[in-house]
Structures are given as C-alpha cells and as structure tokens.
C-alpha cells in the first residue's frame, strides 16, 4: 500500500514538473516572439509540443505562440492551420478563443 502512494505521489510530482518546464518554455518562446526571433520562438516550442505532457493549457498556450511564430515568420498558411486546429479539437477552450481572435485577424473565416 505504501508503495502504490509512494508511486502515485511521485506521478504526481512527474506531471507538476512536465508542466512547469512547458510554462517556462511558454515563457521563453513569448520573449523571443516579443524581441521577433520568430524561427527561434518556433524551436523553442517545437520540443514541448511534440512531447505531448503536461497540462492542456501549457500545450495550448505553445500552439498559440507558435502560430504566432510562423506567422512572424511569413508561413501564414501554416499558421492558419494550427488555429483552425485549435478551434476544432479545443473547442470551449481559451485557446480555441484566442485561435478564433487570430484567425479573424488574418482575415480567416472560421466556424463559431
């Protein structure tokens, strides 16, 4: 018994830790995007996206800042892509809102 809360305590701890480092890459890639180092913003999200942990919010919030590298990077199809996914596949959700701001910014209709 001991040890299955020793282990779920430290999943726990595991999943915390996923998620802080996803927020400081969060962090990261927005300075970057803030000082226009688009393809470095780019990377910077790139290895957190694809590992897939953490929480939902931290993924989202690297899928916004990298729709907004690429579209620093002029790859305004590629961008409009990854918000239209967001807004499908994250609908209710902040990001999905704020994926809907940028789609209507560029000039993108897109479902409500």
């Known amino acids: 018994m001991i040890r299955k809360l ?17 927020r400081g890459a969060a962090m990261h890639a927005q300075e970057l995007l803030n000082d226009a180092s688009y ?3 780019l990377s910077a999200t790139q290895e957190f996206i694809y590992d897939d942990e953490g929480t939902p919010d931290a993924l989202e ?7 907004q590298a690429l579209e620093g990077l002029g790859r305004k199809s590629e961008a409009i892509e990854l918000y239209h996914l967001l ?6 959700r902040a990001a999905a809102y704020q994926a809907r701001g940028r789609l209507v910014d560029l000039g993108e ?4």
């Not at 807004?87 to 209710?92: C, I, L, W």
């Open 87 to 92: 807004v499908r596949s994250h609908s209710g």
């Open 61 to 67: 919030e690297l899928y916004l800042l990298r729709g």
């Open 6 to 22: 020793a282990a779920a305590a430290l999943c726990l701890a595991l999943a915390a830790c996923a998620s802080t480092i996803q």
């Open 39 to 41: 393809a470095e913003a």
């Open 109 to 112: 209709p897109c479902a409500p």
